[in-house]
C-alpha cells in the first residue's frame, strides 16, 4: 500500500505544523509525523517539515525514532527495519553526517513501536526480542467453545491456551498499540503449521475467520467492536478456526497489519534460515506459540536446513523441574542425517543437554523425542523441557559477520567463537495423562 493509498483511509490526525516552534513536545511531532503520512508526504519531507517548526528541546533522535514508526512500511525490508533507508532519509532530510545518521536510525529500530503481539510474558518491544519467541500467551485456543475478546483484554497476563483438539477450534490473538503516539487500526492472520523448529512459511496453514471465512480478522476493544486504538489500548481478535485432523502438535502463529506497517506477509517471505530467523526475531508484530503438554512418551517434531548448502545446528534442551531420575532421549533415524543422544538420564532438574548435527542442504527431518519421568511414565505436570535449535555460524561463514551483529556478541568476534542463532524452540510441559 502507498502512502497515497493509505492516507485515503485515514481521516487526517492533525494539521501539518508549519509555523517556527510550533512543536513543542513528542505529541505534537507525532501528530505532525502522521500528518505529513496521511497527506502523502515521503519521509525525508516529513523529516524536514518537522524540524523547522519543532523546539530546539526536542532532538534528532526524536525525529528519527517518531518517523521512523509514522512510516514504517517505507523501511521494511520484508525481515527487518532496514536502519540504511532511515538513515539517508535522515541524512537527506537533516543534512547531517551519514556516521550520525546510522546511529540515530539504528537506535530507533531497537525498540518496536506500533502493535505488539508479544514472543513471551516479557516481551515490550526490544529488538531483537532476547529470551524465547515461540512462548506467546497472546495467541490463545479454547477448543470448540468460543470466547469474548474482551475476557481476554480484561485477563491481559493471563494464558487461555487449550491443547487443540482434532475438528474445530476458536483462537485468537491479543495485540496493543506499544509506544505509537496516534490511532491505529490493526488487522490479524493467523496460521498453524506442524509442531517442529525453523518451520518455513511454505508449510503454513492458513486459518480463516469465523464471520464471513476471511484471511484478515478485525480486533476488537473493551466495548465490543473494531476501532481505531491509541497509545496503550489492547484489543483482541475476533474468532478464527482452526481445524487439525490429527493431535499432533501445532505451532500457531499470528501475524498483525496496520495502517503505518501494512506490508507484514509472511507467505512472501524467501526461504533461508537467516530470513526466517531474522523475520520472527525482529518483528514486534508477530508471535508464535509452541508449547503443549506431553501427550505421550516418545513424540516427534519437525526441523528444517532451509539453506542449499551443508549447516550446523545445535539441539539444546533445558530441563525445568524435571524430577532427577526421568530420562531423556533425542534422535533422527534418517540415514541421510541420523544422529541419536542415547538415553540420559537427568540428574539435576534443571539439566542442559546440547546435541550438534550437521544437516545436508534443504534438509527437513523428524526429531525424536522420548521423555519419561522415574517412573517410566509421562512429566509431572510442574515439569517443563524446552528444546531449542539453533544454527550454529561458525568463524568465516558467509553469515558471521551478520550474526555477531545481530547478537551483538563482540566477544564472539574478538575470540573467533562460533555465534549460535535461535531458530525456535518447543516446550513440553508436563502432563496429567499417566
Known amino acids: ?52 517548526s519543532m523546539s530546539p528541546k ?7 525514532n517518531v518517523v521512523g514508526a509514522v512510516f514504517g512500511a517505507t523501511y521494511w525490508s520484508g525481515l527487518q527495519m532496514d536502519y540504511t533507508i532511515l538513515s539517508k532519509s535522515l541524512v537527506q532530510g537533516l543534512g547531517i553526517d551519514r556516521g ?14 506500533g502493535m505488539l503481539c508479544r514472543k513471551n510474558i516479557a516481551d515490550v518491544g526490544i529488538i531483537p ?12 485456543c479454547n477448543e470448540n467453545t468460543p470466547l469474548q475478546p474482551q475476557q481476554l483484554i480484561e485477563n491481559w497476563n493471563n494464558e487461555f491456551w487449550k491443547t487443540p483438539q482434532i475438528g474445530k477450534n476458536y483462537i485468537y490473538t491479543r495485540t496493543q498499540n506499544l509506544g505509537f503516539l496516534g490511532d491505529i487500526t490493526p488487522t490479524v492472520q493467523m496460521f498453524y503449521t506442524t509442531g517442529g523448529f525453523n ?3 511454505s508449510s503454513w496453514i492458513q486459518c480463516f475467520t469465523e464471520s464471513g471465512s476471511k484471511t484478515h480478522g478485525d480486533v476488537i476493544l473493551l466495548n465490543g467492536k473494531p476501532g481505531a486504538m491509541g497509545q496503550g489500548v489492547r484489543g483482541a481478535s475476533e474468532a478464527f478456526f482452526f481445524n487439525p485432523t490429527s493431535a499432533d502438535h501445532v505451532c500457531v502463529i499470528a501475524v498483525v497489519s496496520y495502517d503505518f506497517f501494512d506490508d507484514n506477509n509472511p507467505l ?9 530467523q531474522t523475520w520472527i526475531t525482529h518483528n514486534g508484530a508477530a508471535a508464535w506459540h509452541n508449547t503443549d503438554p506431553q501427550k505421550k512418551a516418545e513424540e516427534s517434531f519437525k526441523f528444517y536446513n532451509q539453506d542449499g548448502t551443508e549447516e550446523k545446528f545445535a539441539f ?12 531423556i532421549q533425542l534422535r533422527n533415524d534418517d540415514s541421510a542425517a541420523k ?7 537427568i540428574g539435576n532438574e534443571s539439566q542442559h543437554i546440547e546435541k550438534i548435527v550437521t544437516l545436508p542442504a534443504y534438509y527437513k527431518g523428524d526429531l525424536k523425542v522420548k521423555i519419561q519421568g522415574p517412573d517410566g511414565k509421562l512429566l509431572p505436570t510442574h515439569a517443563a523441557v524446552e528444546i531449542s535449535m539453533a544454527w550454529i555460524v561458525e568463524h568465516g561463514h558467509r553469515r558471521y559477520m551478520d550474526a555477531a551483529a545481530q547478537r551483538k556478541d563482540f566477544a564472539a568476534l574478538r575470540n573467533v567463537q562460533d555465534i549460535f542463532l535461535p531458530l525456535g524452540s518447543f516446550t513440553i510441559t508436563g502432563s496429567n495423562l499417566k
Open 129 to 140: 526480542t532476547p529470551g524465547s519467541y515461540t512462548e506467546s500467551l497472546d495467541i490463545v
Open 100 to 113: 550520525l545518521a546510522d546511529q540515530l536510525a539504528q537506535n530507533s529500530f531497537q525498540q518496536w513501536r
Open 268 to 276: 512472501n517471505l524467501k526461504p533461508g534460515n537467516w530470513n526466517s
Open 339 to 345: 544422529f541419536d543422544t542415547g538415553v540420559i538420564e
Open 199 to 201: 518451520q518455513p512459511p
Open 58 to 64: 526536542l532532538t534528532f533522535q526524536d525525529i528519527s
Open 1 to 52: 500500500m502507498s502512502n497515497n493509498s493509505a492516507a485515503s483511509k485515514k481521516g487526517g490526525v492533525a494539521k501539518k505544523a508549519t509555523a517556527l516552534d510550533s512543536i513543542r513536545n513528542i505529541q505534537q511531532m507525532w501528530d505532525a509525523a502522521i500528518s505529513s503520512f496521511n497527506d502523502g508526504d515521503d519521509d525525508t519531507t516529513a523529516i524536514y517539515d518537522i524540524y523547522k
Open 316 to 327: 539444546q534442551v533445558n530441563c525445568r523441574n524435571v524430577p532427577v531420575g526421568s530420562t
